[in-house]
C-alpha cells in the first residue's frame, strides 16, 4: 500500500485499526475511505518544512473538499487555496480564517468576488486584466479595498501530463509574463485595489524541483523589476502540484522544495517576502482509498474483465488521463495470477480503473481497494447514467465516520421536475 495507514494485518486490509470489511459491511460499496493519521502526517510533513519561516500554507481544497477533511486541516493550521464561490462556502461553514484564504481561477463570477472581498480573504490571484477591472469596480461599488496578486504565467514545462500542465503560454491560466509588468502598472491606477503579492501555479503531479525554480527566477525578475517601479510585493505564492506515489514514481519532499525556494529568494535578496504554498494532492492523494465490489467476471477471447460496482463517475482519473491505480484485494492471498481488464458499469468504453493488471485470481463478490484515492477523485465525481455519488468515511483509530451520506435516487429526483 502507498500509506502505511492502510495495511494488511493477517491478510486483512485495515485502515489505521479497522478493517475496511467491517466498513464496508455496514455502508456497502463503492465506498471512500480516509485516514486521519495520514492527513496528519502529511500536514506534518509541510509543517516541518515551514516551522520558523514566513510561510503560509493554503490548502488547494478543488483536490478534496470534503467539510471533514477542511475541518481537520484548518484545524492543523492550514489556509485554503479556493477556485470558487462554493468553495468559499465551505471554508465558511466550518468557521475556517477566510484572512488565511487565496482565490484563484480564471472565470470568477461578480457574486463570488464581491461575496470573498465582504468575507475579507487574504487576496485574489488575478488571472486576467478583465478580472482585474472587475474586482475594482466590485469593491468601489462596496467601499473595500481589494488585496490583489497576479498570477503569471511563466511558459515553463512542468513535465506532467498536458491536462493537469498550467504555466505554459497556451496555458488559459493567468497572465503571461511578458505582459504582467504592465499589468501590474495598471492596477496602481485603479481604484480600491491593493497589490499585495505574486502568484505562480505551474500544474499538478510535479515529480521534479527544476520546473518550480525554473519559474521561480523568472518571477524574481520580475519582481525587482516591479521594485524598481515602486510597486513592492509582499508575498510571493508560487502554487501546489508536488507530485504523489501512485506508482513507482519518486517525489519531491515539501522540505527539499521550501530550502530551495528560500534560498533562492534570499540569494536575491528578497528574504523578506512572505512564500505561499498551495499543496492539494500531495496532502491528501495518498490517505484514501475507494472501496469497490467485484460485482461479474467476463472473459472474451483475449480479454478477462473484472466488471466491479464503482466507475468513471466515481473516479474518472484513468478515463480522463489514463491514469494509474494501484488496486489490491481487500483480503490477501496466494495463488495464480492473471491480467484482468478492471472496469466499471457505466455505459462508456473508456469506464475503466486497469487494463492487462497482473491480480491473485479474482472471484464474484469480493471486494478491491483502489489506492491513491484521496485526491481528485470524488471531488471529481458525477451522477452520470443516474447513479448516486458514493458515500465517504474517515478513520479515526478504531472508529470510523460517515462524512458524506450515499447519494440516493431521490436525492437525484429531487430537483427535477416535467412540464406538466
Not at 469497490?292 to 466507475?311: C, G
Request: charged letters at 25%; a neutral charge.
Amino acid at each position: 500500500m502507498k500509506n502505511h495507514n492502510f495495511k494488511f494485518k493477517n491478510n486483512i486490509l485495515f485502515v489505521e485499526n479497522i478493517s475496511v470489511s467491517s466498513i464496508v459491511e455496514k455502508l456497502e460499496t463503492p465506498l471512500y475511505i480516509y485516514s486521519k493519521r495520514a492527513i496528519t502526517e502529511a500536514w506534518d510533513s509541510y509543517y516541518q518544512a515551514i516551522k520558523n519561516r514566513n510561510c503560509l500554507v493554503c490548502y488547494g481544497m478543488k483536490a478534496n473538499s470534503n467539510l471533514a477533511v477542511l475541518k481537520e486541516f484548518s484545524r492543523l493550521g492550514s489556509g485554503f487555496d479556493i477556485v470558487s464561490g462554493g468553495e468559499l462556502e465551505r471554508v465558511l461553514a466550518i468557521k475556517a480564517d477566510p484572512k488565511k484564504v487565496v482565490f484563484s481561477g480564471v472565470g470568477k463570477q461578480s457574486w463570488e468576488i464581491e461575496k470573498a472581498i465582504k468575507s475579507g480573504i487574504k487576496c485574489f490571484n488575478v488571472e486576467s486584466e478583465s478580472e482585474l477591472y472587475n474586482i475594482s469596480k466590485i469593491a468601489k461599488n462596496i467601499g473595500v479595498i481589494a488585496p490583489i496578486s497576479l498570477r503569471v504565467n511563466p511558459d515553463v514545462d512542468a513535465n506532467t501530463h498536458p491536462y493537469i500542465s498550467t504555466g505554459l503560454k497556451e496555458n488559459k491560466f493567468g497572465i503571461s509574463i511578458n505582459t504582467a509588468y504592465d499589468c501590474y502598472k495598471i492596477a496602481v491606477g485603479l481604484p480600491n485595489l491593493e497589490i499585495v503579492g505574486i502568484d505562480c501555479h505551474i500544474g499538478s503531479q510535479l515529480t521534479e524541483i527544476k520546473p518550480f525554480i525554473d519559474s521561480i527566477e523568472k518571477i524574481i525578475l520580475l519582481i525587482n523589476k516591479l521594485k524598481a517601479s515602486g510597486i513592492q510585493i509582499k508575498h510571493i505564492d508560487i502554487g501546489g502540484g508536488i507530485g504523489i506515489q501512485y506508482k513507482e514514481e519518486s517525489c519531491i519532499s515539501p522540505k527539499e522544495l521550501v530550502d530551495k525556494v528560500f534560498a533562492k529568494l534570499e540569494d536575491n535578496d528578497l528574504g523578506d517576502l512572505q512564500v505561499i504554498l498551495e499543496p492539494g494532492r500531495s496532502l491528501i492523494g495518498n490517505a484514501g482509498i475507494l472501496v469497490t465490489k467485484v460485482q461479474y467476471l467476463k472473459k472474451s477471447e483475449d480479454r478477462n474483465f473484472v466488471i466491479v460496482d464503482a466507475a468513471m463517475n466515481d473516479l474518472i482519473r484513468p478515463a480522463l488521463y489514463q491514469s494509474y491505480h494501484e488496486i489490491v484485494p481487500v483480503i490477501k492471498r496466494d495463488g495464480a495470477k492473471k491480467e484482468y481488464d478492471v472496469v466499471g458499469p457505466v455505459c462508456e468504453s473508456s469506464d475503466w480503473f486497469a487494463k492487462d493488471r497482473l491480480l491473485n485470481e479474482l472471484y464474484e463478490g469480493e471486494l478491491l481497494a483502489i489506492e491513491s484515492a484521496g485526491a481528485y477523485c470524488m471531488t471529481m465525481a458525477s451522477n452520470y447514467n443516474t447513479r448516486g455519488r458514493a458515500a465517504e468515511v474517515i478513520v479515526d483509530d478504531f472508529n470510523y465516520y460517515i462524512t458524506k451520506k450515499r447519494e440516493t435516487i431521490d436525492d437525484l429526483l429531487r430537483l427535477e421536475s416535467t412540464i406538466s
